[in-house]
C-alpha cells in the first residue's frame, strides 16, 4: 500500500527557533500534498495545500509567513514553523495524493511539534 | 465554525455487537463523505467513503450510511472486533472538485473482548 513518511515524529525547540518537518511518500508520486494540524480533542484542520513545482495554497487564518511549505519534488514536501511560539504546539499531518481523488489522499503519521 | 461533527468523543461495544458512529455537517454543497480510521501514533488511514448520489455503501463488516436530509452519516461495523478499536474520523468534501477535506473531531471506539 502507499506509504507516505513524516520525520521528525516528535520534535521539541525553544521559543523562537525555526523547525522543518518533512513529508516524504515512498513508493508513489505525490501530485499534491496537504498539511494539517490536529489540536488536542479536535479535528484535523488543513492549513495548505501544495502542488510540486508551486506556491502552495494557504487556508484563511494560516500565516504564510509563519508556516513556509515547500514542495520541491513528486514524493517530498516539508513544512518549516519559523520562529516558533508555544501556541504553535501541536499535531501537524501531512497527506499525499497520488491522484485528484480525494479519497486516494494517505495520510503520515503525524509529528508531535513541543515549543518550550 | 465546525463543519463536520461528531457528537460522541467515545463508544465501548462488546466483541461481536455492532458498532454504529455517527456524524453530522452542516454545509449542504459537500458531496462526498469519507470514513478514516486512526491507530495511536499513526496517521488515518482510509475506511469507506460514500459519494452524495447514494444513500448505502457497503464494504465488508463496514456500512455508511448516508441520510442528505438530515445531513447525518454512520458507520455501521458489525461484527465488531477488538482489533477495530480506534478513532474514526469522518470527512466530507466540498463541491467545488478541490482535495480539500473537512474533518470531524473523531470518535474513540473501544471493542471489549
Known amino acids: 500500500g502507499a506509504v507516505v513518511s513524516q520525520h521528525p515524529s516528535w520534535v521539541i525547540c525553544k521559543s523562537g527557533t525555526s523547525v522543518k518537518i518533512e513529508c516524504r511518500s515512498l513508493?508513489?508520486?505525490?501530485?499534491?500534498m496537504f498539511w494539517y494540524r490536529q489540536f488536542p480533542k479536535q479535528s484535523l484542520m488543513l492549513m495548505a495545500t501544495?502542488?510540486?513545482?508551486?506556491?502552495?495554497?494557504?487556508e484563511q487564518g494560516v500565516e504564510k509567513d509563519k508556516f513556509l511549505i515547500n514542495h520541491a519534488s513528486l514524493t517530498l514536501s516539508t513544512l518549516t514553523v519559523t520562529s516558533a511560539h508555544p501556541e504553535d504546539s501541536s499535531f501537524y499531518i501531512c497527506?499525499?495524493?497520488?491522484?485528484?481523488?480525494?479519497?486516494?489522499?494517505?495520510f503520515g503519521p503525524g509529528t508531535r511539534l513541543t515549543v518550550l | 465554525d465546525q463543519q463536520v461533527k461528531q457528537n460522541s468523543p467515545s463508544l465501548s461495544v462488546q466483541e461481536g455487537r455492532i458498532s454504529i458512529l455517527n456524524c453530522d455537517y452542516t454545509?449542504?454543497?459537500?458531496?462526498?463523505f469519507l470514513w478514516y480510521k486512526k491507530y495511536p501514533a499513526e496517521g488515518p488511514t482510509f475506511l469507506i467513503s460514500?459519494?452524495?448520489?447514494?444513500d448505502k455503501n457497503e464494504d465488508g463488516r463496514f456500512t455508511v450510511f448516508l441520510n442528505k436530509s438530515a445531513k447525518h452519516l454512520s458507520l455501521h461495523i458489525v461484527p465488531s472486533q477488538p482489533g477495530d478499536s480506534a478513532v474514526y474520523f469522518c470527512?466530507?468534501?466540498?463541491?467545488?472538485?478541490?482535495?480539500?477535506?473537512?474533518f470531524g473531531t473523531g470518535t474513540r471506539l473501544t471493542v471489549i473482548p
Open positions: 454545509n449542504s454543497m459537500f458531496d462526498y
Open positions: 497527506s499525499a495524493a497520488p491522484t485528484p481523488l480525494v479519497h486516494t489522499q494517505y
Open positions: 470527512a466530507a468534501r466540498i463541491r467545488t472538485g478541490a482535495n480539500n477535506l473537512f
Open positions: 501544495s502542488n510540486e513545482g508551486s506556491k502552495a495554497t494557504y
Open positions: 460514500i459519494s452524495s448520489i447514494k
Open positions: 513508493d508513489f508520486q505525490a501530485t499534491t
